[in-house]
Protein backbone atom coordinates (compact mmCIF):
# COMPACT_ATOMS: atom_id res chain seq x y z
CA UNK A 1 0.00 0.00 0.00
CA UNK A 2 1.14 3.73 -0.82
CA UNK A 3 -0.58 6.57 0.00
CA UNK A 4 0.44 10.13 -1.45
CA UNK A 5 -1.34 13.34 -0.52
CA UNK A 6 -0.40 16.49 -1.28
CA UNK A 7 -2.06 19.94 -1.90
CA UNK A 8 -1.41 22.30 -5.42
CA UNK A 9 -3.34 25.75 -6.27
CA UNK A 10 -3.23 25.77 -9.95
CA UNK A 11 -3.22 29.87 -11.63
CA UNK A 12 -4.78 28.77 -14.43
CA UNK A 13 -6.90 26.08 -16.08
CA UNK A 14 -3.60 26.21 -18.62
CA UNK A 15 -1.31 25.07 -15.58
CA UNK A 16 -3.99 22.92 -14.28
CA UNK A 17 -3.92 21.09 -18.01
CA UNK A 18 -0.24 21.16 -18.47
CA UNK A 19 -0.10 19.64 -15.12
CA UNK A 20 -1.82 16.74 -15.78
CA UNK A 21 0.10 16.36 -18.55
CA UNK A 22 3.55 16.18 -17.04
CA UNK A 23 2.16 14.24 -13.82
CA UNK A 24 0.50 11.43 -16.46
CA UNK A 25 3.95 11.08 -18.41
CA UNK A 26 5.59 10.76 -15.29
CA UNK A 27 3.63 8.08 -14.36
CA UNK A 28 3.26 6.02 -17.38
CA UNK A 29 7.16 6.02 -17.43
CA UNK A 30 7.33 4.90 -13.85
CA UNK A 31 4.78 2.02 -15.00
CA UNK A 32 6.99 1.44 -17.88
CA UNK A 33 9.93 1.26 -16.10
CA UNK A 34 8.75 -0.84 -13.04
CA UNK A 35 6.18 -3.29 -14.68
CA UNK A 36 7.36 -6.99 -14.84
CA UNK A 37 4.50 -9.07 -16.65
CA UNK A 38 5.12 -11.93 -13.58
CA UNK A 39 4.86 -9.14 -10.99
CA UNK A 40 1.85 -8.94 -8.70
CA UNK A 41 -0.77 -6.78 -10.10
CA UNK A 42 -1.54 -3.09 -8.68
CA UNK A 43 -3.99 -0.80 -9.14
CA UNK A 44 -2.95 3.13 -9.19
CA UNK A 45 -4.94 5.37 -9.01
CA UNK A 46 -4.61 9.12 -9.03
CA UNK A 47 -7.35 11.44 -8.54
CA UNK A 48 -7.63 15.57 -8.12
CA UNK A 49 -10.37 17.40 -6.79
CA UNK A 50 -10.99 20.93 -5.84
CA UNK A 51 -11.02 21.52 -2.17
CA UNK A 52 -14.65 22.74 -1.06
CA UNK A 53 -14.58 26.57 -0.08
CA UNK A 54 -14.29 27.97 3.22
CA UNK A 55 -17.40 29.67 4.60
CA UNK A 56 -16.37 33.59 5.59
Known amino acids: TLTIDT ?5 SAADRAAFADD ?3 AVLDLAARYHHD ?5 RLLVAAHPLPEENP
Open 7 to 11: QIGFR
Open 23 to 25: LTA
Open 38 to 42: DGRPH
